[in-house]
């Protein structure tokens, strides 16, 4: 069983190696095999991530969208993010709810396709998973260049001064970018997306993978049976891999298997805790939460429209009994 990130398609380098590092390699949802991120390149290279794509969308007809939508930008002067909270009021897009001028300049290109090329619904799912994955991409290489614009600056004023390096002020900067959250804009319109690319994608997990505390108080409010099963404080996220860890992380995705394919609630006192390691600067918070009796099909259904139920489900049957879905957080 491998754990399945999400809602997002854009994962970091740190939350993608602090994932890893409890849980072993990580499945992300992308639409477009020609639109995996550089960064999500090498992590699937390095055996940290797996990239699915349960619905690929066609690429061509994406740029030539997303080409008109960046005219209209640099005509109107918009920000992507006023792109996406006019347009993703509902999926799909191009509906009569949707912004009429937006809308019409937009279907220029697309009155210039042909008929079997035009987009469906699906493909409107899967160009706002993008359009949300350009803007958290975007977001996280500000916050980068933000943070180290700000490590030079501490850098330069230590060295006029002439003292010595805190490591403390250093962590308390990037710790003070770190704590952004994208799950925070756009909550629910993120988990009905990807949850129609979920739900088409025939390869089940029990183990769902958050690093939003957003998302994570959305879901649990819409499932309210979901119960916390077992909370590690400060799992190091940055150390060299030895048997001893390797071990730990083997039977913990056991017991975690266990746990989600058990008809009834299984026990939890039997999970190990991480074992003890020297060194490792970034460490995490790991809290698991279970649905009992609840599939992971039930559990993310709930979240696609109705009209698009019927084109996004193809799992019928599932050994997973219960749902797992943790959150990852850096400490």
């Given at each position: ?51 699915r794509i349960p619905l690929e969308i066609n690429g061509r007809l994406l740029d030539k969208i997303l080409k008109e939508y960046r005219i209209w930008i640099n005509t109107h002067q918009g920000t992507e993010t006023a792109f996406l909270k006019l347009m993703a009021d509902k999926i799909p897009f191009f509906d009569k709810n ?145 048997e001893a860890w390797n071990t730990w992380r083997n039977e913990f995705m056991k017991s975690l298997e266990m746990l989600a394919a058990h008809s009834r609630s299984a026990a939890t006192g039997d999970i190990p805790n991480p074992p003890e390691v020297s060194g490792g600067e970034t460490k995490a918070s790991v809290t698991l ?43």
């Amino acid at each position: 069983m491998k754990p399945i990130y999400f809602p997002f398609t854009y994962i970091p380098e740190s939350k993608g190696k602090a994932l890893a590092a409890c849980f072993g390699q990580t499945v992300v949802y992308q639409i477009s095999a020609t639109k995996v991120p550089d960064e999500m390149q090498k992590l699937v290279k390095e055996g940290i991530l797996d990239i699915r794509i349960p619905l690929e969308i066609n690429g061509r007809l994406l740029d030539k969208i997303l080409k008109e939508y960046r005219i209209w930008i640099n005509t109107h002067q918009g920000t992507e993010t006023a792109f996406l909270k006019l347009m993703a009021d509902k999926i799909p897009f191009f509906d009569k709810n949707a912004s009429s001028q937006i809308r019409a300049d937009i279907k220029k290109t697309i009155q210039q396709i042909p008929t079997q090329e035009k987009p469906g619904s699906l493909f409107n799912v899967g160009l706002f998973l993008h359009m949300a994955q350009e803007y958290d991409l975007q977001n996280e290489r500000l916050s980068q260049d933000l943070v180290d614009m700000d490590t030079m600056e501490a850098d330069f004023m230590k060295d006029l001064k002439g003292e010595d390096e805190n490591n403390q002020d250093r962590t308390i900067i990037r710790r003070a970018f770190e704590e952004d959250d994208p799950g925070l804009y756009m909550t629910l319109e993120r988990i009905e997306a990807w949850a129609s690319f979920m739900l088409k994608d025939p390869q089940d997990s029990g183990l769902f993978i958050t690093t939003s505390r957003a998302v994570l108080e959305h879901i649990i409010d819409s499932l309210p049976e979901t119960k916390q099963i077992i909370r590690f404080e400060s799992v190091p996220t940055d150390v060299d891999e030895d048997e001893a860890w390797n071990t730990w992380r083997n039977e913990f995705m056991k017991s975690l298997e266990m746990l989600a394919a058990h008809s009834r609630s299984a026990a939890t006192g039997d999970i190990p805790n991480p074992p003890e390691v020297s060194g490792g600067e970034t460490k995490a918070s790991v809290t698991l939460f279970m649905a009992p009796e609840k599939t992971p099909h039930d559990c993310f259904a709930g979240f696609v429209d109705t009209h698009l139920f019927q084109a996004v489900s193809t799992q019928t049957s599932t050994r997973f009994k219960n749902t797992l879905i943790g959150l990852v957080e850096k400490r």
